[in-house]
């Protein structure tokens, strides 16, 4: 695949996650998704989603190029890379933030009705 980076989410001792970009100026940069990466002691455990499918000989050059930049660069020792794959849609982004933002209007709105009755 052309023109793909990683950005890194999160890291933790035994994880990461990356946004998966495609394109090389801000103009064309997009997102083609996201991947966890779970290392253990015998194998390395990969969720790909994407937000667009890709033709199968892409996903293998994607998945090729996840264990080159990402995997094998963590110098972490595995047996195998196993990669579940996943097409999707990012339908939101929810945090204790937003819900507790959620439960104080909820809490305004009910506090308006009793002021009525």
């Known amino acids: 695949m052309d023109d793909i980076h990683f950005e890194r989410h999160f890291r933790t001792p035994h994880s990461e996650g990356y946004y998966i970009m495609q394109g090389s100026n801000l103009q064309s940069n997009n997102r083609l998704g996201t991947v966890d990466i779970h290392?253990?002691?015998?194998?390395?455990?990969g969720t790909l989603i994407l937000e667009r499918e890709l033709e199968e000989a892409d996903l293998t050059k994607l998945i090729e190029q996840i264990d080159e930049d990402l995997v094998l660069s963590a110098d972490m020792?595995?047996?195998?890379?196993?990669?579940s794959v996943y097409v999707g849609k990012d339908v939101g982004f929810?945090?204790?933030e937003y819900f507790a933002e959620e439960n104080n209007d909820s809490l305004?709105?009910?506090?308006?009705?009793d002021q009525s009755i």
């Open 39 to 45: 290392f253990t002691t015998t194998a390395v455990h």
């Open 77 to 83: 020792p595995r047996d195998d890379f196993l990669v």
């Open 94 to 96: 929810y945090s204790d």
């Open 108 to 113: 305004d709105f009910d506090d308006d009705d």
